[in-house]
């Protein structure tokens, strides 16, 4: 994916979105069909997300979106960059480049990112967009007129060097509680204080003039009156939590946030960067003076960038967000996004007195940390998701382990040792064995890779236990997905592959048995092959680029998720294709070699990989040394011989599967 307009007139736009965004057919709701809505929480631009913040928003979507699509609903995909606010600006003046052109960069590191990992965004767009302006002007003048606006005064730090207001990280001093001398004015990174006001700060400075001294100055802003909105905010929720299972986390969190009383939020900024308030709004001139310097502040309008997101998707956008008779709005997140979808939207939403689609479920996870810490990019620990793919570990492998790992309930850890393990013990030794095993007994010679005719026996009913419990499996399997239990459900597909390792154990599965006993090999092929066709749709929400691979091999389309398993989808005379391993062995070894490259700072991180790096060379340039000699020293031969020397072929290691190759087999796991 990859940007090319770099103007300051509008945002560049990712292939993907540019490809989804102009095709002619879009996805739409469809009456009478269950119409579902999903959006992961926008990640804020100039934040390189970790492995927590993928699982916690943008993956859990992922599988959540791509389960009913497998399951033939209509479901649209929105997620997007979060541009505008103060983090922007501060982070252009830190590069040397203006807002627009940072959020370029970073909306394509994140889209790379993202693309990698293969999260199906139907769309993934941006915020700092002529939709976003036009929608959230619009809400804001129905709040206007609806009187859930109010203007206040405050004292604020101004530069009179810029002849502007400081925004909270514009102004830098010592912090009034421990005094380290780099505090910002919404946060001291030394003590973690937040419960200070800029004009606290000691010997304040100005971030963009070090030497200036900001002075207090009155400024006046906008404040959304949720206090007066309450009571239907909190009728809302206590219906909405209730009917959409909302997970346990963002109840509690939305609860607190009521029971303490909702009160007035600014919602303006003196920033440039941003939404401008619209001046029309205001019949003093005076008052059009001094909002034509201000903007929306990011939290206000954050959230009205789904619906910005879409109406760049599609002109119907309105189909899917005032349509809340059809369509349900399921939204991911980290518990930390939870007051804006579950009170401040919401709350805008019932504001302006129009329909909308509102939110149907929330699921919120807990934290993800690194090796029993935390997630630190400034000191570089922990695996962000531009350094997943420089392990050279598939993206599967990867969404394996983090929504095997998922935070839903409480922390959880991401461990090197756990993650090479589910590698090699589950998706190799359960999955990649079950569908590598009768891949290659209807590969050889046997069968010549064509299905052979099961009728005789596939209604035997020694078959019956099996397949009633992959369908016992499979009801599971649906309960899963439909309550969000996304961990729960990736557990209970790799019960059906395993099931599918019992089943064929239990028969005695190989050549001896096609020998033996015909008829009865080639309903267990017939039911094992159709087995291995479910999993290509279980498993697609979860590890997509495997169920590619299955397909690719049984030479056969997706298969809608099915109410119940009939084992008959696949029929008699069927061509497969050529089997492929699924998953290779990852070196237990690994582990210290990650934990260290993911474990130092930025700068060790760089220093390890030059050292590499010049090892490397040096190893390199000493073996063409000594080959050169050595060729110095051989006898005449001919040209051909001469130009391949010391250039022997690597053997790479086989996967674990290779010891399975053929149709006799070790003993499977059982658990």
């Known amino acids: 994916m990859g940007y090319t307009d770099f103007s300051e007139q509008a945002p560049s736009q990712s292939t993907r979105q540019n490809t989804l965004s102009n095709s002619t057919k879009k996805i739409l709701p469809q009456e009478g069909q269950r119409n579902i809505l999903i959006t992961s929480a926008l990640p804020y631009v100039n934040n390189v997300p970790h492995l927590g913040n993928i699982v916690g928003s943008v993956l859990s979507a992922d599988v959540f979106s791509r389960y009913h699509k497998a399951r033939g609903h209509p479901t649209l995909y929105i997620c997007g960059t979060d541009e505008y606010g103060t983090a922007t600006e501060t982070k252009a003046l830190e590069e040397g480049v203006t807002p627009r052109v940072l959020c370029d960069k970073y909306a394509k590191v994140h889209a790379d990112i993202y693309d990698w990992f293969e999260i199906g965004f139907d769309i993934f767009g941006r915020t700092s967009t002529p939709k976003q302006e036009e929608i959230v002007q619009h809400i804001f003048r129905k709040l206007f007129e609806n009187g859930y606006l109010v203007e206040k005064a405050s004292r604020q730090p101004y530069c009179e060097k810029h002849k502007s207001f400081l925004a909270d990280r514009f102004i830098e001093g010592t912090c009034p509680k421990c005094g380290y001398d780099d505090a910002r004015g919404d946060q001291c990174d030394a003590c973690g204080s937040v419960d200070y006001e800029p004009l606290d700060l000691l010997k304040p400075r100005c971030k963009l003039d070090p030497d200036v001294t900001p002075i207090p100055r009155d400024t006046r802003h906008i404040h959304l009156r949720l206090d007066k909105l309450q009571v239907e905010i909190e009728n809302w929720s206590q219906k909405a939590s209730s009917t959409g299972n909302w997970s346990k986390n963002g109840k509690l969190i939305t609860e607190s946030w009521l029971k303490l009383g909702l009160r007035d939020r600014g919602i303006s900024r003196d920033l440039r960067w941003g939404v401008p308030i619209p001046l029309d709004v205001f019949s003093d001139k005076s008052d059009q003076e001094i909002y034509q310097d201000k903007v929306f502040y990011v939290w206000f309008d954050a959230c009205i960038g789904y619906v910005s997101i879409t109406a760049n998707y599609t002109d119907d956008w309105e189909k899917w967000w005032r349509n809340p008779e059809d369509v349900q709005l399921y939204q991911f997140m980290g518990k930390d996004n939870v007051p804006f979808h579950t009170v401040i939207f919401p709350g805008s939403q019932i504001g302006t007195r129009e329909r909308w689609t509102m939110l149907h479920h929330l699921s919120t996870t807990e934290y993800l940390n690194y090796e029993k810490g935390k997630f630190s990019k400034s000191r570089g620990i922990g695996v962000f998701g531009n350094n997943a793919r420089d392990t050279n570990v598939p993206a599967d492998v990867w969404r394996y382990y983090l929504l095997n790992n998922r935070p839903e309930n409480g922390d959880t850890q991401f461990e090197w040792k756990a993650f090479i393990d589910q590698n090699n013990n589950e998706l190799l030794a359960k999955l990649g064995n079950f569908v590598n095993r009768v891949m290659k007994l209807v590969n050889s010679k046997i069968y010549n890779s064509i299905i052979p005719d099961y009728t005789a026996r596939h209604e035997d009913p020694a078959f019956d236990e099996a397949k009633a419990e992959i369908n016992a499996y499979l009801k599971q399997y649906l309960m899963d997905l439909e309550s969000v239990s996304l961990r729960a459900g990736l557990q209970t597909a790799m019960h059906i592959a395993q099931a599918g390792n019992n089943f064929l154990q239990s028969n005695r599965f190989d050549n001896k048995l096609v020998a033996s006993e015909p008829e009865k090999a080639s309903a267990v092929t017939g039911i094992a092959i159709n087995l291995i066709y479910l999993c290509a749709s279980i498993f697609e929400p979860y590890l997509p680029a495997t169920s590619r691979s299955i397909l690719e091999q049984l030479q056969a389309p997706f298969l809608v998720i099915p109410d119940h398993w009939t084992a008959d989808d696949i029929k008699p005379g069927h061509q497969i294709g050529k089997a ?42 000493s073996k063409a040394r000594k080959a050169v000699k050595k060729s110095q020293k051989a006898e005449p031969s001919s040209v051909e011989g001469t130009a391949i020397a010391g250039a022997a072929p690597i053997t790479e290691q086989e996967p674990v599967d290779a010891v399975t190759d053929g149709v006799q087999q070790v003993t499977l796991p059982t658990s």
């Open 580 to 621: 492929k391993y699924l998953f290779s062995q990852i070196d237990p070894r690994k582990e210290d070699e990650w934990r260290t490259l993911f474990g130092g700072t930025q700068a060790e991180r760089l220093k390890t990989e030059e050292e590499a790096a010049r090892a490397a060379a040096k190893k390199a340039a």
